[in-house]
């Protein structure tokens, strides 16, 4: 393994990398690393204090971040399929262009963290703590989000379809673009939500009576939701 020292921390580029090739190098919480380009694929990396470490395309399929520190971590570019961030501290970490697919991110904390153009079809964040959490561009289609707030946000082009968005509270959200197609929405909460830019396909007007009470449908969505129930509109 080579190494080259930037101006700050530690920069590995290109490198197929073990635990054991990173443990040395994460003494110093001052000195944090740059991994560019590396793999990592399953890997066991719980309970590591990777505060503050970049990854920029590294390959991650299936690696293992269970309950590790990566505080203001930063992630461009990478592909973690089915990686695991169970109990993993995420606060103010970012996430730009990456594929996160089935990854799962149960009882993480995501506090303030954001994603960007990513992928995560089939991911899971049950018990996930999610104040400040953002989503941008993103798929999360069949994605698992019971009981995240969305409270309030603008939410970017969001494809949710096939998610199960039970419990979830989009009071006051404005979709822009984006789909709730065949979402699981029970219990989810709706009130003053602008729906009028997204794809509700496949939500019955029984949906809509019980969860989105007092939100703002567009003309051409209220007709399709009568048509529905076999209702002709002219």
């Known amino acids: 393994m080579s190494l080259s020292a930037p101006h700050e921390g530690h920069h590995l ?3 197929t990398l073990q635990r054991s090739d990173l443990e040395p190098l994460l003494s110093d919480p001052r000195a944090p690393l740059l991994l560019q380009d590396c793999v990592l694929d399953g890997e066991d990396l719980s309970g590591l204090k990777l505060r503050g470490t970049r990854f920029d395309g590294c390959s991650l399929a299936q690696t293992v971040f269970d309950r590790a520190d990566l505080t203001a ?18 606060t103010e970490a970012s996430f ?4 996160l697919n ?13 994603f ?8 899971h964040f049950s018990g996930a703590q999610s104040l400040g959490l953002g989503f941008e561009d993103s798929l999360l289609v069949g994605a698992d989000l019971r009981g995240i707030s969305f409270r309030k946000q603008t939410l970017l082009r969001l494809n949710l379809s096939d998610a199960d968005l039970a419990g979830c509270d989009f009071r006051g ?4 673009e984006g789909s709730l197609r065949h979402a699981n929405l029970k219990n989810a909460q709706f009130d003053r ?13 029984t949906t809509l ?22 209702v002709q509109v002219v």
């Open 13 to 15: 580029i290109g490198q």
């Open 73 to 90: 971590s930063s992630w461009r570019s990478c592909k973690a399929g089915h990686a695991s961030f169970y109990l993993a501290d995420l």
């Open 96 to 99: 730009g262009q990456c594929d």
């Open 102 to 114: 089935n990854t799962s991110w149960v009882k993480a904390k995501l506090s303030s963290v954001q």
């Open 116 to 123: 960007k153009e990513v992928k995560l079809t089939g991911a």
């Open 173 to 176: 959200a404005v979709f822009k």
């Open 193 to 205: 939500a602008d729906l009028r830019a997204v794809d509700l396909g496949g939500l019955t007007l």
């Open 209 to 230: 009576m019980q969860s989105f009470k007092g939100c703002i449908i567009s003309t051409d969505q209220a007709a399709a939701l009568v048509s529905s129930l076999g």
